[in-house]
């Protein structure tokens, strides 16, 4: 028993406006993703800047090697 063209061109039909939902569906949860990526990575700035602000608060130097706002602490206090 073979399908009708009728039957096969309407499943085609319903695959493909279900194939676009998915692509549509996929994309937004991508835009969203990412979104969210770029917030925690402005939060972890943050959070390593005040790390940082409060170390030299303290008196203290970070653990990193090569610190840009060490050294700008240390020269500021200094001078």
Do not use: P
Not at 5 to 15: E, G, N
Not at 36 to 51: P, S
């Amino acid at each position: 028993m073979t399908t009708s063209s009728f039957i096969r061109r309407w499943r085609t039909r319903i695959s493909d406006a279900q194939t676009n939902r998915l692509r549509v569906q996929l994309s937004k949860e991508q835009d969203r993703t990412r979104a969210l990526e770029k917030r925690v990575a402005e939060l972890q700035a943050a959070n390593e800047g005040a790390y940082h602000a409060l170390s030299i608060e303290r008196g203290q130097a970070c653990l990193k090697t090569d610190c840009s706002r060490c050294k700008a602490a240390e020269t500021g206090a200094t001078a």
